[in-house]
């Protein structure tokens, strides 16, 4: 493997490429017969990424909160064009680098507003970035206490916190209790009905401390593909407010 960086973050980028590449090896996964195993089996390819850096992973998660995928992507992208900086290197000239904790800190009001996130996220993406120091630091406790340590800032639940995890630490136990399709995904593809967030965390006991891989393996195989009954989600649209 051969990797290139530019820029004053190039060292740490480079040292953190195989762990954005998926160095995980789940030695200690080892599925009993059954679905889940069966998933592992067709997807064991596939591997849990890192970043490293808690706040890049935080506040996607957090204008994620409440809302379709395709809102929180076009908010991302907006404010990224907006208060990102180029990337260095030969790349693309539409590229950006995501914002400092200090420029997030201080983005106006009317710009998340613009981007169509709701002054609840808006003030919670601020108070990460107000303690990007303290939420970093944590990278070096265990994962649960780490999840933990997160949920003291206002806005920052067990969702929110287990997505970050997930991204920044590839936290194979992380899993995302309060998601809209989760729980009824994984009780499809388990039981063949759908089950709320304690159903859902009572079929994954068994695989706990790799829970969210099991539950990750089972939506990549297929397994979780339940009956839609349901209305879509609305889109919401916060500018006009």
């Not at 995928?69 to 995501?98: F, I, K, S």
């Not at 039981?191 to 990750?216: I, N, S």
């Not at 393996?217 to 397994?223: D, E, Q, R």
Request: aromatic share 6%.
């Amino acid at each position: 493997m051969t990797a290139t960086a530019w820029g004053p973050g190039a060292e740490a980028a480079l040292a953190d490429v195989p762990g954005l590449l998926g160095d995980d090896d789940p030695e200690d996964f080892d599925p009993p017969p059954g679905r889940v195993h069966d998933a592992w089996r067709r997807t064991r390819s596939v591997r849990m990424t890192r970043s490293g850096n808690v706040l890049e992973a935080i506040v996607p998660a957090v204008m994620e909160q409440r809302v379709v995928t395709r809102q929180a992507h076009d908010a991302w992208r907006w404010l990224l064009r907006r208060h990102g900086e180029p990337a260095p290197g030969p790349v693309a000239d539409r590229m950006r680098v995501p914002p400092t904790a200090e420029v997030w800190a201080a983005v106006p009001v009317w710009d998340f507003h613009r981007a169509g996130i709701d002054p609840g996220r808006a003030r919670t993406v601020v108070a990460c970035a107000r303690v990007a120091a303290s939420l970093q630091r944590c990278a070096g406790l265990p994962a649960d206490d780490a999840r933990r340590r997160w949920q003291s800032v206002p806005g920052v639940g067990v969702w929110t916190a287990a997505e970050a995890a997930q991204r920044a630490f590839g936290d194979p136990d992380a899993l995302a209790v309060g998601d809209f399709h989760l729980a009824g995904q994984v009780g499809w593809a388990l039981t063949g009905e759908r089950v709320d967030d304690d159903g859902m965390l009572a079929l994954l006991e068994p695989y706990r401390g790799q829970r969210h891989r099991a539950a990750k393996h089972l939506l990549l195989a297929g397994y979780a593909r339940g009956v839609r009954r349901g209305p879509r989600v609305p889109l919401e649209d916060h500018r006009h407010r």
